[in-house]
């Protein structure tokens, strides 16, 4: 199976061939976003993450070495795209915020994986995806949505419909995405 990256730049370079400023919210060690920058040599991408301790959704908990750790190795992978890159190390809501006004050619949801953040999650970023543009969303019917009786799922149709997105369709893994038409 592709990796999400090479799935993702697929869309990204058929719909955005003269390339386009990109988000990605949760970024962990960065394999996204490298993968992302190196396969769309014309991409700015903004990356999210606080890379704050926190429990993890599958019962680990990350220390705040750990994340500082992350931060370190998303900065590595992401370096030989510096100019191309620009890092929010805050929470999505917060960089949300800051962003107000901005639209993008593309958004990538994979922070916190539970129905209440990832509602508020789409209603942060949603609007910001340009008439045109891609919204990709991780953990959508995947293991940890089931245990939430893929309510996850359920949101990510539901804003899709209410906010002028096509229905939404699977990409690879747990990622779906899903085009704004209007
Ligand atoms: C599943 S990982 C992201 C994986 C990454 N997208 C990839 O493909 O490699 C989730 C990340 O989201 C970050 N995160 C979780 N909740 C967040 C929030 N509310 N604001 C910012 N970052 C958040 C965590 O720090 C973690 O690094």
Redesign the pocket.
Known sequence: MRS?AGAMSSLVKEHFPDGCTGV?????????SAGLLNRLPQLKLIM?????K?PSIKGQFWSQEK?DN?FEKALNATDFAKDRRKIMR????EAAVKLEGEVFGFV?I???HTPQ?LSKDLEAWGSKISVGGLFFC?DIGGSIDRKYGCKMQRLFFAYAKENGFEEPQWLAYNVWWTLRVK
């Open positions: 999400v990605e919210v949760g970024v962990w060690e960065g394999s996204t999210v993450d606080h890379w704050k926190h994340m992350c805050m929470d999505s809501l990538f994979d922070a916190t953040a991780d």
